[in-house]
């Protein structure tokens, strides 16, 4: 195993506290954190770490990357285990229910097969088991293009894993399903949103320098509608529907609940003591007018010289396939301040929505010891055809100028004990 695959194993949580309970139970505690400063943003325009958290306005944030976890691993027998983690960091919805990131029951079958059930991490991509942990990876943040749209961490439910050898690696087959609770940020306010049943499943290999997965999932929402401040609003007088009868049917089509969510993703990972290349795509297929459907990805390569790694990396995140068509009322009503103003703000809401950016970036990582790595960033992203949906906004964001590229800088202090 290289270095890196040692941080990734040290920082998924192996155990570095170990001491035997008076009922003869092993148990295992550890932990890790990031203190992290990005500075990103305009005035108008805010830096969106994920979909979980404010944004960033021009100015210095410790709280966007910022988080301090603990895992305790407690083994019952040689085949049943028990595992609760918990991030304490910030989101725009925080209680300790959100805090507790894995609470699950692992059962081993047999050599082969493993069964978990509580929550556990959604394994969707190559980060899912340590997305929080930044000592596992290279970059000073998950790479913002790939990762900011993508608020699904964890999972209510279980899954079932067969693992084998195959070849000169190990080969992981998964299958996975629950329910997913997340929040969502909107420019009013935030939703609570339920995915209710997310399935899926995961492909992987394992080398010595090798990492390769796919996964493909599909979730219905149960509960929960970020637009339903925009479709109250835009409703408040009924006689607008007289003026505009074709908004009634586009404001049905604003409901979220009960539309579906289809993910796709490949990943690889090449790994050697000098070299660590990384990549993925991923593509969202949803079927509600406020996210079209997505493509994203990236590469990475980084090259180790004793205690330092430099890198850089290139990513894309666009909105693909047909995006959504309001239907305008009678061009003479638009004059009319009431309907002018309602159409004018539903529509800034779905064209806010709509990504096409790219970004370069070129960082540097020192690990100071084996425990604790100081990390910097510099990354350009320009916002295409005007495209603002991966970044934060409000209402007067709307119709405000958009720049040609934001530039963001992050330096993080990662650690695990």
Known sequence: MQRLKLSLLAASI????????????????SGFGNISAIHSGT????FVYDLTKEGVFDEWSLEAG????????????????????GVVQDRIE???????????????????????????ATPIYMLSEYRDVGFAYLWTKPITDFYANIPVTSLNGGDIAYTTPLGNGVIEAKVFGGQSDVSINTIYESYEVTLSPLIGTKLSYFTDQWIL?????TAKVDEGNPATTLITNSSSNPSIFQAWPSLQSSLQDFE????????YSLGAQYETGDWNIQTELSYTDADWPFFPDLAAGY???????????????????????????????????????????AYALIKGNLDARVIDQETIGIGARYDINSQLSLKG?????????????????????????????????????????
Do not use: M
């Not at 495209?387 to 650690?415: C, K, M, N, Y």
């Open 213 to 217: 997965s796919g996964s493909a999932a």
């Open 94 to 120: 925080n209680d300790l229910n959100k805090s507790i990131t894995w609470a699950f029951l692992r059962y081993k079958v047999s050599p082969d097969v493993t069964v978990r059930v509580g929550r556990i």
């Open 377 to 417: 960033q510099f990354e350009r992203t320009w916002l295409n055809n005007n495209r603002i949906g991966g970044w934060s906004v409000d209402e007067q964001g709307l119709t405000a100028p958009v720049p040609d590229h934001i530039d963001t800088i992050s330096i993080s202090l990662s650690f695990v004990f």
């Open 256 to 263: 979220f609940e009960n539309t579906r969510f289809y993910y």
């Open 43 to 46: 005035e108008k325009f805010g």
């Open 14 to 29: 192996t155990a570095l506290v170990s001491v035997n309970t008076e009922a003869g139970e092993l148990v295992q505690l």
């Open 299 to 341: 590469t990475s390569v980084g090259r180790t010289i004793n205690d330092l790694t430099v890198y850089g990396f290139a990513s894309k995140a666009k909105s693909v396939g047909e995006i959504y068509e309001l239907e305008a009322p009678p061009t003479a009503l638009l004059s009319n301040p009431q309907i002018g103003g």
């Open 66 to 85: 910022s988080s301090v976890g603990l895992q305790l691993n407690a083994s019952l027998s040689d085949d049943w285990d028990f595992v609760i983690q």
